[in-house]
């Protein structure tokens, strides 16, 4: 720490790490120190462009190794996009080195790896939190309160999450996504993550009893050892009756639905991980009403939109600048939050078993309660 300033190193030259880099210039308790390429004429390039577009007024160093950024001891926390096969083993390496670990989702491969990141983490007191930006919005307050107001929703039954773009020809080729060694889960690690979360989110975190999974299609491009799920869709039981399904993929244009119904009513947001361009992230609560009078049939629209100002684009106020704020707070306070990793876990758990599901034809899957 350097004053109530939280110094960043950054692992790889991702094209998700050009978008945080402003994240943390407009934190305001943040700094980008240093950003590591497996090649450092990459980190230099990555450096112009970054201040090209944003610039910073200190001067951030191009390291030409992930290993020579860890070791130095002017960082604190460290943001980790590498690809999610290669994952754990950096975050392992970077908590052991005593950094704080922001890391990118989908965090494992599976649930394995996510927990041996979490025992570094806690074995070296450091922070583990994943990229989910939408988690730091004011939205996501504000419908914990719409759902838990008793009138609104009611009693949750139904839950539907669904995230997908239309990926053309020429990524499919190349994206790491569609690698798997580098992504293995395709669509579902990439877009499930965000779905799974969102569901888990409804819920309160409690943990479905039942998880299924099916492949809808799958591609095994040039360069990939295996095939990778390229849509697919999960339906997930919970004690009590309610259920859930989610559906991902990189072959239907954007949508990124979140739909909660109950026994009074629904609530629905059409943009729930990345917010449509503007000043307010907004949702639909509805409590629609059937009137029968004589011969008339009536079904009465009964809807409200419910906003919080916030401007999206990494704005000060944006849900990846909250992320980053967020992060750099704990790690300035010297305190852990301990709901991160456990969220990245149940989160993980679902993902796993929705894949081993869709591996034996669709049959259900437990996961573990992760009650403590
Ligand atoms: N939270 C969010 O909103 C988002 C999260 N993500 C997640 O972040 C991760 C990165 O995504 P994205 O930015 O598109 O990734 P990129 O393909 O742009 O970057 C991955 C980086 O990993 C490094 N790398 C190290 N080894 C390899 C290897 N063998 N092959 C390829 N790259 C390697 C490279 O950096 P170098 O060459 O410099 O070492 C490369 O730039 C994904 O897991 C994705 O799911 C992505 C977008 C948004
Ligand atoms: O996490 C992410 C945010 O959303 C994108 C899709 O629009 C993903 O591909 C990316 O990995």
Redesign the pocket.
Known sequence: MHGNICRWGIL??????KKNWDSIRNSGNGQVVAVA???AE??QA?IAACQASAPVSHTVDAVGSYDDLLARSDIDAVYI????G?RTDWVVKAANAGKHVMV???CGVTVDDVQRMIDACNANNVQFMD???YMHSKRMAEMRRVLDDGSSVGTIRRITSQFSFCAPEDWVQS???TGSD??PAGCL??LGWYTIRFILFAMNYQMPTEVRGRILHSVCRDGSGQAVPMEFQGELQFEGGASASFYNSFRTNHQQLGHISGDKGYLQVNDFVLPFLGNTSSFEVANHNFVEDGCRFTMEQHSRQVGVAEYSNNAADAQETQLFRKFSELVLSGTRDPFWPKVSLKTQAILDAALRSANHEGRAETVPMFND
Do not use: H, Y
């Open positions: 790889s030259t991702a094209a998700i790490a390429s497996r090649s990459k980190a990555f996009p590498l690809p999610t290669l990118e989702k989908p990229g989910v930006m994206n790491i996504r580098l992504e690690g990439d």
